[in-house]
T-cell receptor
Framework: GQQLNQSPQSMFIQEGEDVSMNCTSS?????WLWYKQDPGEGPVLLIA?????ELTSNGRLTAQFGITRKDSFLNISASIPSDVGIYFC???????????FGAGTRLTVKP | DTGVSQDPRHKITKRGQNVTFRCDPI?????LYWYRQTLGQGPEFLTY????????KSRLLSDRFSAERPKGSFSTLEIQRTEQGDSAMYLC??????????????FGPGTRLTVT
């Protein structure tokens, strides 16, 4: 089963708004990753984080690796319609081994 | 680089039949992973290979499931005597492991299995 608690489960926002979602775990992870998945497709990697406290940006996306190593958040600024999809957080216990995923945050952007 | 590919994209089978899926990883990647994803959930780890060696298997991988990567390139996942509970998206991912970052896994488009 899922080891990561991801929230919120879903979000409905207007185009242009900023979005924030987060992921928490009872376990420590050495790596946090954020993926986006469109219907019927595989997850696409957005951002990877390797150090506690690390803050990384990829365009309008910003993610942080929590200082306790048990949480991470993802922010999307100035949302656009193509941001629609399901966002998953994932943690790796050991480097480059299996990942544990959250249940996802479903984002809907209204034009 | 064409990315991770999976075949078939969709498979409908009757309960009790065997099915086999194929995954071709990104060419220079030495690690290959299989995940299963059910509706409304994130992917769940099944197994992974480094080159041709299967290094870890999840408890989700029952005796009816077997995976191979005979030459360290493509991999196959076989499900024997399929059950309705096997209906899911089966995802393959690959990565290049060198002992230091980056550790990112890149996913294929998945094979959606429906067992009737």
């Amino acid at each position: 089963g899922q080891q990561l608690n991801q929230s919120p489960q879903s979000m409905f926002i207007q185009e242009g708004e900023d979005v924030s979602m987060n992921c928490t775990s009872s376990s420590i992870f050495n790596t946090w990753l954020w993926y986006k998945q469109d219907p019927g497709e595989g997850p696409v990697l957005l951002i990877a984080l390797y150090k506690a406290g690390e803050l990384t940006s990829n365009g309008r996306l910003t993610a942080q690796f929590g200082i306790t190593r048990k949480d991470s958040f993802l922010n999307i600024s100035a949302s656009i319609p193509s941001d629609v999809g399901i966002y998953f957080c994932a943690g790796q216990l050991t480097n480059n081994n299996d990942m544990r995923f959250g249940a996802g945050t479903r984002l809907t952007v209204k034009p | 680089d064409t990315g991770v590919s999976q075949d078939p994209r969709h498979k409908i089978t009757k309960r009790g039949q065997n099915v086999t899926f194929r995954c071709d990883p990104i060419s220079e990647h030495n690690r290959l992973y299989w995940y299963r994803q059910t509706l409304g959930q994130g992917p769940e780890f099944l197994t992974y290979f480094q080159n041709e060696a299967q290094l870890e298997k999840s408890r989700l991988l029952s005796d009816r499931f077997s995976a191979e990567r005979p030459k360290g390139s493509f991999s196959t996942l076989e499900i024997q005597r399929t059950e309705q509970g096997d209906s899911a998206m089966y995802l393959c991912a690959s990565s290049h492991y060198s002992g230091r970052p980056p550790y990112e896994q890149y996913f294929g488009p998945g094979t959606r299995l429906t067992v009737t």
